[in-house]
């Protein structure tokens, strides 16, 4: 029965080399990726460790700021459609984290929860911002919430949607796509450093949303394409080598006094919204808003109903960045 066992361990790994190398994929250099996904918005900012932000400073540069901080293994092109719904009332901010994007590879070689809210920290000092709110999808979001524990002085409001951070201990069911899981696993972390297939993006992204006619073939494409800029999939390599400090961050949510908005899709099947309520528990004041039938990503997936969301939430919580001078009114007698 040993000899069974092993000889049907030895086979499936023999496969899995096999899928590995039939899916070899090179990475591909920032300079052919930036002819197609930069705007005449995109900025290459370099900070003081030296690393270079690929960063979209759009919107009414007078408004409020709103940061953006993207999910993993995806980018600030994530955020485009809330950039033109909310661009008239509000100054967007969206960057490309260490090891995504075109940003790429970081000097420091720092891919924890840790070194990207000081990568963050670093965008926005390079900017010259000092009051702003910043919102954070899945990795992101996890992110963004540590953020506010560690910089409350400089943030108006804290944006969670579809958020990383809290310890996987509510037993909710999850789906997680296949990347992620040859992600977690050892020896098929090691292959994905040289492999890449089309097929995997797509699956991901089909777990990712549950309206499975919002993923279209430039969106698969994209997300594959940055996913092999040059260094991005050994940053993810290292990046899922390392260990989490999700109890850490946990512990300081109570202390967050930022105005706060969660949303959540109630089909997430990469952190289902258990976590969603969970956030909205531990963080005092805060606001919940689920919505039906919708997955991992809805500012892509119900862009406008999202959006307006969180107009209305900034509008309400955020005082207008330049505010008209009000003439003092002498009461008579």
Same mark, same amino acid.
């Given at each position: 029965?040993?000899?069974?066992?092993?000889? !049907?361990?030895?086979?499936?790994?023999?496969?899995?080399?096999?899928?590995?190398?039939?899916?070899?994929?090179?990475?591909?250099?920032?300079?052919?990726?930036?002819?197609?996904?930069?705007?005449? /918005?995109? %900025?290459?900012?370099?900070? *003081?460790?030296?690393?270079?932000?690929?960063?979209?400073?759009?919107?009414?540069?007078?408004?409020?700021?709103?940061?953006?901080?993207?999910?993993?293994?995806?980018?600030?092109?994530?955020?485009?459609?809330?950039?033109?719904?909310?661009?008239?009332?509000?100054?967007?901010?969206?960057?490309?984290?260490?090891?995504?994007?075109?940003?790429?590879?970081?000097?420091?070689?720092?891919?924890?929860?840790?070194?990207?809210?000081?990568?963050?920290?670093?965008? /926005? %000092?390079?900017?010259?911002?000092?009051?702003?709110?910043?919102?954070?999808?899945?990795?992101?979001?996890?992110? /963004?919430?540590?953020?506010?524990?560690?910089?409350?002085?400089?943030?108006? !409001?804290?944006?969670?949607?579809?958020?990383?951070?809290? *310890?996987?201990?509510?037993?909710?069911?999850?789906? *997680?796509?296949?990347?992620?899981?040859?992600?977690?696993? *050892?020896?098929?972390?090691?292959?994905?450093?040289?492999?890449?297939?089309?097929?995997?993006?797509?699956?991901?992204?089909?777990?990712?949303?549950?309206?499975?006619?919002?993923?279209?073939?430039?969106?698969?494409?994209?997300?594959?394409?940055?996913?092999?800029?040059?260094?991005?999939?050994?940053?993810?390599?290292?990046?899922?080598?390392?260990?989490?400090?999700?109890?850490?961050?946990?512990?300081?949510?109570?202390?967050?006094? !930022?105005?706060?908005?969660?949303?959540?899709?109630?089909?997430?099947?990469?952190?289902?919204?258990?976590?969603?309520?969970?956030?909205?528990?531990?963080?005092?004041?805060?606001?919940?808003?689920?919505? &039906?039938?919708?997955?991992?990503?809805?500012?892509?997936?119900? /862009?406008?109903?999202?959006?307006?969301?969180?107009?209305?939430?900034?509008?309400?919580?955020?005082?207008?960045?330049?505010?008209?001078?009000?003439?003092? !009114?002498?009461?008579? &007698?």
């Amino acid at each position: 029965m040993k000899r069974i066992i092993l000889a !049907v361990l030895a086979l499936l790994l023999v496969a899995i080399i096999g899928l590995a190398f039939a899916a070899y994929r090179p990475d591909l250099t920032r300079e052919e990726l930036m002819t197609r996904y930069t705007t005449p /918005a995109s %900025q290459f900012i370099t900070l *003081p460790d030296g690393a270079t932000a690929h960063v979209r400073d759009e919107g009414n540069k007078s408004g409020p700021v709103l940061v953006l901080v993207h999910g993993s293994n995806a980018s600030l092109q994530t955020w485009e459609p809330w950039v033109k719904l909310l661009g008239d009332r509000f100054r967007l901010i969206s960057l490309d984290l260490p090891g995504h994007g075109l940003t790429g590879t970081v000097p420091n070689g720092d891919y924890s929860r840790d070194g990207m809210a000081a990568f963050v920290h670093e965008v /926005a %000092q390079k900017l010259g911002l000092t009051r702003y709110a910043i919102a954070g999808n899945s990795m992101g979001g996890g992110i /963004a919430a540590e953020y506010a524990e560690l910089y409350p002085d400089e943030l108006t !409001v804290l944006i969670l949607i579809d958020a990383a951070g809290l *310890p996987r201990t509510l037993g909710a069911p999850e789906k *997680p796509p296949l990347a992620f899981t040859m992600a977690r696993t *050892p020896v098929l972390r090691t292959l994905m450093r040289w492999s890449m297939s089309h097929q995997i993006m797509e699956e991901g992204l089909s777990k990712a949303f549950s309206d499975q006619s919002k993923i279209s073939l430039d969106m698969v494409d994209r997300y594959e394409n940055l996913n092999l800029c040059c260094g991005n999939r050994a940053a993810t390599v290292a990046r899922f080598s390392l260990p989490g400090n999700d109890a850490q961050v946990t512990a300081r949510l109570g202390e967050i006094r !930022v105005p706060t908005l969660i949303l959540w899709g109630e089909e997430d099947g990469l952190i289902p919204v258990a976590y969603g309520h969970e956030y909205a528990r531990l963080i005092t004041g805060s606001k919940l808003i689920i919505y &039906p039938d919708v997955g991992h990503i809805p500012m892509e997936e119900i /862009a406008e109903q999202s959006a307006g969301d969180v107009r209305s939430f900034l509008e309400t919580a955020v005082a207008p960045a330049n505010p008209v001078p009000v003439t003092p !009114v002498t009461t008579l &007698p």
